[in-house]
């Protein structure tokens, strides 16, 4: 029972079906205590049966008197929904690259990798940075990219420039390359580098170096194994779920965007490694028209695929009460070791291309229940394409991730004026939404049920058999370091080479100790503070 209870968690309860004998029901007994002793917090986890079981040995009557006490104790996991401990503060990395917001994909795309800038500059200037590791991920190279995507696919987008698409003849529509997928100039670095912070993360939480990784430039999920879709060319989810599952026996992928995450759920439909989730807009044509309730995945991997198809104008409250049961019940019966969370930001309101009334609390509030379970977590960006609001709610959840509280009020930063009037993170809209709620109670009721009862045709949660490890996908520092001194001169220079050429002339501490930048000056300081000396004893 201590075993069970350890695993799942669990209750139990004590009921009277006759009073032949009240003597114990009578007795106010505290579970968490023995008898005769006084009530104190149950701090040592014993499992409420056998509480039960020792409260009844220390009666003065025989287990047999009394009778018709019956102890349930429902052993479905379903009953016994994961508590893990979350009381130990998580170790965060965050993953950014100056470069990735530079790009641009034309002047009418709604597609604005511009919003990672925004999003950064207010991690900035609200000092979350200070309670996370930064990094600035390597950009991939096209064997890493490999591991999913096809060859020729692959050799396209490394080759082809807006000057030279033409020259590819009809090869470029094989690849869906056109209008919603455009040509722009940086294409392969752009790719190269949104791809890379979501392998690393994978890789930090392969190896133990952190307990959340972000993301944000990440998340992009129409990608396939041989064409672009839906603003997305590689599917960096899917090649960072292959690097967790180096690992982990089993993988859990959350959606949140309002599309349906259709690259990452083709991708993993045959196999019962890595279930995929996705709460979405479905109907009336809706890009990409995939994601019905029926869609459950194939042969190993049937049932394995859950798809939650919502309708316009949902709104936080109908959106919880759908989104909780159901990924609670995932976890019950799946039991995944590493959950990689997609947040795309297209399901706030007021979104560009969206048509779900979510709110930046609303967003949040469903990241800040799945981190509550205290598994790995690869945290990813993904749609959105009103700037402002994207920039808003990937920064309050970083504050969520960090469990951090931020003011309301935006700080000074380099683009403040892009969310005027109010200036504030978190800002009340008074205006009536574009969209009415169709979302009845009766429907969503009616989706959660068939959900659960997908589910239930699962056995036990899938296992896998012991293998070698096949190596990481990113190199060790030192090795790396050599293959980025061997580059090609003829490519262009990237922020990381530049800033290997700098000379640093003095260090800046986040301590007691810190200078004032501007004066700051290390040759002119006699004595470092920061630099404990041993003090000499004066002679007698």
Known sequence: SSGINAEYGGSCSLTQKSISNSFFLNQQHNFNTPTNQPSKQNTFGIHPLIQAYRIVQQTNYPISNILFVSIHFVFSMAEFPVQLNTTRKSKVSYFFNNEVGNYYYGAYHPMKPHRLTLTHNLILNYELWKKMEVYRPRPCTAEQLLNYHSEDYIDFLERVTPETVNHFGDVYKRFNVGDDCPVFDGLWEYCSLYTAGSIEGALKLNHQQCDIAINWAGGLHHARRDEASGFCYINDIVLAILELLKYHARVLYIDIDIHHGDGVQDAFYTTDRVMTVSFHKYGDNFFPATGDVTEMGEQKGKYYSVNVPLRDGIDDRSYHSIFK????????????????????????????????????????????????????????????????????????????????????????????????????????????????????????????????????????????????????????????????NNRNPDIRVSQQDRDRNITKDNEYYDDDYVKDKDNFQLDNIKKKPWIKTKKKKKKK
């Open 325 to 484: 049961p159901v990924i609670q019940s995932v976890i019950d019966f799946y039991r995944p070791e590493a959950i990689v969370l997609q947040c795309g930001a297209d399901s706030l309101r007021l979104d560009r291309l969206g048509c779900f009334n979510l709110s930046f609390k609303g967003h949040s509030e469903c990241v800040r229940f799945v981190k509550s379970f205290g598994l790995p977590l690869l945290v990813l960006g993904g749609g959105g394409y009103t700037i402002r609001n994207v920039a808003r709610c990937w920064t309050l959840e970083t504050s969520v991730l960090l469990d951090t509280e931020v003011a309301n009020d935006l700080p000074f930063n380099d683009y403040l004026e892009y969310f005027g009037p109010d200036f504030q993170l978190n800002p009340e809209i008074t205006t009536p939404p574009r969209y009415d709620n169709l979302n009845s109670r009766q429907y969503l009721e009616q989706m959660r049920v068939q959900v659960m009862e997908n589910l239930r045709q699962l056995q036990h949660a899938p296992g896998v058999q012991m293998h070698a490890v096949p190596p990481d996908a990113f190199l060790m520092d030192e090795e790396s370091d050599d293959i980025e």
